[in-house]
Every structure is written in C-alpha cells, then in structure tokens.
C-alpha cells in the first residue's frame, strides 16, 4: 500500500463541476452554412438545356417530377430531349417511341423566348402527332432573375 502522501484529495465545488450541457452553437453555425449553400444552389439546378425564358406575370405551377420530359428548343431552332440533341428529322419518331415506352409522361416546352413562335408550333405539333395529349410551356415570372 502507498504511502498516506501519495494520496491525493480532489475537492469539487459547484465552480469547478463537469457540466453536462450540450453547447448548440456549432450544431446551429453548421446548419445555417448548409441552409445557405442549398439556398444559393438550388435556382442553379435546372433540368434540360438553359435557355431564355418568357416572362409572365402570373406563371401556372406545375410541379417537377420523373413523369415529366423537358423538350428545349434554343434560340437557333435546335431542339433537345433533356440534354441530347434530337435532329429535327427525328423528333417525331423519338417522341413517338417515347409515348410507346412511357405513355403517362407530361411533356414540358422550354422554348428560348428569341425563339419564333412558329418553331414553337413545329414542335408541339410533333408531340402531338407522338401520341401526347398536351404540352406545358415553361416560363418564369417577370422581375425574377432567369436563364
């Protein structure tokens, strides 16, 4: 056995106590980085080819989703199935064995607001004769920045 010395006393007050509070100040610092960066990226996530929009006062909202084909039409006239380049010979027949393989997709038009409405019509007009039985037309509202 040790010598009475070698013992030590550790007196504990209610100064020098271990607290058992849990600080939150890191856990709210971090979570309001993250809310911050979704904030900035989230207008940045855009489906389909970015193109000009049309502003509208009161745009319609339609909701995103896996059910929905995003067809872009550039300010040249060329026209895109998500982010692949359909030639304009073949747009119907790829709309066509789309409508085949998935007839319950809703086709959006994002249609670059340079754009002829005449090529608009064009292109509508080929998802029509696809089999689809309407089209929406994205747009963004007047005074919000957009693509």
């Not at 998500?82 to 709309?95: F, H, V």
């Amino acid at each position: 056995m040790p010598p009475a010395s070698e013992f030590k006393t550790f007196v504990t007050d209610s100064a020098s106590a271990v607290k058992s509070d849990i600080n939150v100040t890191p856990l709210v610092d971090v979570c309001l980085v993250l809310l911050i960066i979704f904030m900035v990226v989230t207008p940045l996530l855009q489906s389909g080819r970015p193109v000009q929009l049309p502003e509208t006062g009161n745009p319609e909202k339609m909701p995103e989703g896996a059910k929905q084909i995003t067809v872009a039409i550039e300010q040249d006239g060329s026209v895109f199935l998500g982010d692949k380049w359909i030639p304009n010979d073949q747009l119907l027949a790829t709309l066509q064995d789309i409508h085949e393989r998935t007839p319950d997709k809703n086709v959006v038009i994002k249609a670059d607001r340079r754009l002829k409405y005449a090529e608009v019509r064009k292109v509508m007009r080929s998802i029509n004769q696809a089999g689809f039985p309407g089209v929406g037309l994205e747009t963004h509202k007047k005074g919000q920045p957009g693509v």
